[in-house]
């Protein structure tokens, strides 16, 4: 009697390397073992958040990923520019923030577990790295564009 094939390797395309416990991908491309859920659901939960998110919609009620492309969408999200899962913790508070609407916000998600971070300006959309982290950070976030 045949069997169905087991799915255990990362979701990667062309890699080999055995899937997470927690998602489809491997540690190197973003998989977790433990604690991925409940740290997330605690860490937006807290009183900082709030407060993050509520100034960030207030400053910018809009989608910036729809603005950059000539588009009007209300925001429903507040992205963190740098996945801060992937930089610790303290990246969730120390961050540049974007407010993104729903569509927008899952595809800069699929772009970031491909290793590319983009930041959604008036002029341009600016492709970072997890590697940018401190250069952006340092040199003012929000108003700094990519050459």
């Known amino acids: 009697m045949p069997s169905t094939p087991l799915?255990?390797?990362c979701?990667?395309?062309?890699?080999?390397?055995?899937?997470?416990?927690?998602?489809?991908?491997?540690?190197?491309?973003?998989?977790?073992?433990?604690?991925?859920?409940?740290?997330?659901?605690?860490?937006y939960k807290t009183a900082a958040w709030a407060s993050i998110r509520r100034r960030q919609l207030s400053l910018q009620p809009l989608?910036?990923?729809?603005?950059?492309?000539?588009?009007?969408?209300?925001?429903?999200?507040?992205?963190?520019?740098?996945?801060?899962?992937?930089?610790?913790?303290?990246a969730f508070i120390h961050n540049v923030f974007q407010s993104l609407c729903q569509p927008c916000?899952?595809?800069?998600t699929g772009q970031e577990k491909q290793g590319f971070i983009e930041h959604y300006g008036l002029e341009k959309i600016s492709?970072?790295?997890?590697?940018?982290?401190?250069?952006v950070?340092?040199?003012?976030?929000?108003?700094l564009e990519k050459n």
């Open 7 to 9: 799915n255990n390797t």
């Open 11 to 43: 979701g990667m395309l062309g890699c080999k390397q055995p899937k997470s416990k927690l998602n489809s991908y491997c540690h190197e491309h973003g998989g977790r073992d433990v604690g991925f859920a409940r740290d997330t659901d605690k860490s």
């Open 63 to 90: 989608c910036a990923a729809c603005l950059s492309r000539g588009r009007v969408s209300a925001a429903q999200h507040v992205d963190h520019l740098f996945p801060w899962r992937s930089i610790g913790a303290h």
């Open 105 to 108: 916000h899952s595809h800069k």
């Open 127 to 135: 492709v970072w790295t997890i590697d940018d982290y401190g250069y």
């Open 137 to 143: 950070l340092a040199h003012g976030g929000d108003s």
